[in-house]
């Protein structure tokens, strides 16, 4: 079975077979699975009135904390647009009654953007629906595939910049028994937690995300941690480990995992 990047990769090596185009393996990859998810993602949004782009600033603005409020200039950020684009959709938005716009009480200069209880109505029908065609969308690979495939990309875009720092990263309370070691379905592997802290390796002792996982043993980690001061990837590591006992056992660990495991 092929893809059609597997038909350019080899149109290029049969035209230039002087130039390494294995880039585009990833690239071209990363770029096609971005449009047919995206078509997919659409046709949810469409079927609450809303596009991608209203979807992504109602979205901000309810994760955003109890007030659901932000300055345009934080949902330009969070949004990574310009703050012409931005403009536009809350122009839109705020004409469908969806958020508001007033002044800041401290600063005249300053302006606050609100969901309405309409917006917040909207956003919180729409948000299951969105998380069932993103599972669908992952249902062709398995638990450890899809811990493989975010740490990955993870480390990517940890690569290109893409970072925040830890502190403003929420913790989400600790649900007693649960590992979330991707080994079951999709639905079940993303539902423990949020995928930026599991990955981000933030588990401390004795804290809400609870130090190192059961699953990690002494002489895992120990070869884990040999492996990684080699410089390989955490992904690739966690592949070439083997849950000893328990449920899971000849199974490799989560990406997620092991990221908290050597976070100690």
């Known amino acids: 079975m092929a893809d059609h990047v597997d038909l350019v990769l080899g149109q290029w090596g049969a035209q230039r077979p002087d130039l390494d185009v294995s880039p585009m ?143 403003q990263i929420p913790r989400r309370p600790s649900r007693e028994g649960s590992e979330n070691e991707f080994c079951e379905t999709a639905s079940e592997d993303f539902r423990a937690s949020p995928v930026r802290v599991e990955y981000a390796g933030h588990g401390r002792p004795g804290g809400p995300a609870g130090g190192r996982p059961k699953v990690i043993d002494e002489e895992m980690l120990t070869r884990a941690r040999e492996l990684r001061a080699q410089g390989m990837p955490v992904a690739e590591i966690a592949a070439r480990l083997t849950i000893r006992t328990g449920k899971n056992a000849g199974r490799p660990p989560s990406v997620a995992s092991l990221y908290r495991a050597l976070a100690e």
């Open 25 to 167: 393996a990833v690239i071209g990859r990363l770029s096609r699975a971005s449009r047919l998810i995206g078509n997919e993602l659409g046709k949810t949004f469409a079927a609450h009135g809303l596009d991608s782009a209203s979807f992504d600033v109602l979205a901000t603005l309810r994760r955003s904390g109890p007030d659901h409020r932000l300055t345009p200039a934080e949902l330009m950020r969070a949004a990574m647009v310009t703050s012409g684009a931005i403009t536009q959709r809350l122009d839109r938005l705020q004409a469908r009654g969806l958020v508001t716009r007033t002044p800041s009480e401290s600063d005249g200069r300053v302006v606050h953007v609100s969901l309405t209880e309409e917006g917040l109505a909207l956003i919180d029908r729409t948000l299951p629906d969105h998380l069932a065609t993103e599972r669908g969308v992952l249902a062709g690979l398995t638990g450890a595939d899809l811990g493989a495939l975010a740490g990955l990309l993870r480390e990517l875009l940890e690569s290109l910049g893409d970072t925040v720092p830890e502190e």
